[in-house]
């Protein structure tokens, strides 16, 4: 077991595996955990460092009591801070919804640490028409974590819209993922439903910063995970040197749902951006012109 410290003190579980190329990061999802990417570890550590690690508020990380101890920076600054502790100085860095946001964040903010950013499954709140809503049922997922606890709470949580496509492919799969869901501490989850969830801000309000972002990206989002296809295509659009994946018939948890697609289409993806050839996009390919007539 490795340990990072944070700025503010809270201490954040991390693992490796691999020794060879560059490295990977993986950041989770609100429904998982650092076990979550296992299938990844697998996979990419036959040829890259690879590191995973719990968030704050996701044991074996410290739970910190306190709402304000959780927020879209602190991810952010985590991320920093687990890669501090193991000495990398640039990875990819590969994130799945709340992770995805997180790691689109950190391509913002430190974009001389990313190799390449993998967004994944992003997109919860952006839509504007939806800011509300979200912020009003983050809330309440947060309240009914605390009610009933995470054991519980989480055989509602586990089978949402975007998630039963999961349960219909691999009910072992799905059935591992929801009983890790439901180890969760319900304080961790609630704070950080309050502080990262509800409290970041929509993609489409940074599009000034993202247009000036130069960081090779790649969205991926699944074709039943209605909330981030819009949000994907708006990435892909604004986004200098990013490309787009869309799974079929695919779900919110795409790493565990379709972990062969997720893995083949990263290596790809990565081995492009090491091969200097994920360039931005060519300036002739402007969507208003459909074909060239002079």
Partial sequence: MS????????????????????????????????????PQMRHFARRHRCITFAARGFAPSDVPASVEAYSQQHAVDDILAVMDAANVGKAHIVGLSMGG??????????????????????????????????????????RQFEAQGSAQFAKTYSIGASRVQFQNKDPRGWAEFAAQLGEHSSLGSANTMRGVQAGRPSIYDLETALRAMMVPMLVIVGDEDDHCLQPGIFLKKTVPACGLLVLPK????????????????VDVFIGQVEAGRWEPRDPRAIASQIMKTD
């Fill in 3 to 38: 340990v990072a410290i944070t700025q503010d003190q809270v201490r954040l579980h991390y693992e490796e595996a691999g020794t060879g190329g560059t490295t990977i990061v993986f950041v989770h999802e609100f429904g998982g955990d650092h076990r979550s990417w296992e």
């Fill in 250 to 265: 695919t779900g919110h948890t795409l790493n565990l749902e379709e972990p062969a697609l997720f893995n083949y289409f």
């Fill in 101 to 142: 946001f997180a790691t689109l964040h950190f391509g913002l903010q430190a974009p001389q640490r990313a190799l390449s950013l993998t967004v994944a499954g992003a997109g919860y709140g952006a839509e504007k028409q939806h800011e509300d809503y979200f912020r009003k049922v983050s809330l309440e997922v947060a």
